[in-house]
């Protein structure tokens, strides 16, 4: 089983700057896309960025220009970099990570918990 570990969101007021970590683990499996998603009230559940092992990146429309997602892959870790925030980025984020086992060929995905991140005008 692959555990998922997000670190504590926070509350900021707009325009300040916020990072996230994801950690993501396994024995014996192999992670291939670790990514960020987020879910306001009311509102769908939403992709935010996301990572590939080779450092391929993919960003929201909303948040290019001011978010920054990167990843190490010798510890399995993701950051996402929030600059600029905005009351609409408040919601709640969850890490999600895309894993096989070495001796397998089917890919899972793997959610953490979601932690608040909240912004305040």
């Known amino acids: 089983q692959v555990q998922v570990v997000e670190s504590r969101g926070g509350s900021v007021q707009a325009g300040e700057s916020l990072r996230l970590s994801c950690a993501a683990s396994g024995r014996a499996f192999s992670i291939n896309i670790i990514g960020w998603y987020r879910q306001a009230p009311g509102k769908q559940r939403e992709l935010v960025a996301t990572i590939t092992s080779d450092s391929t990146t993919n960003y929201a429309d909303s948040v290019k220009g001011r978010f920054t997602i990167s990843r190490d892959n010798a510890k399995n870790t993701v950051d996402l970099e929030m600059n600029s925030l905005e009351p609409e980025d408040t919601a709640v984020y969850y890490c999600?990570?895309?894993?096989?086992?070495?001796?397998?060929?089917?890919?899972?995905?793997?959610w953490g918990q979601g932690t608040q991140v909240t912004v305040s005008s």
């Open positions: 999600r990570a895309r894993a096989k086992r070495y001796i397998g060929s089917l890919y899972n995905d793997y």
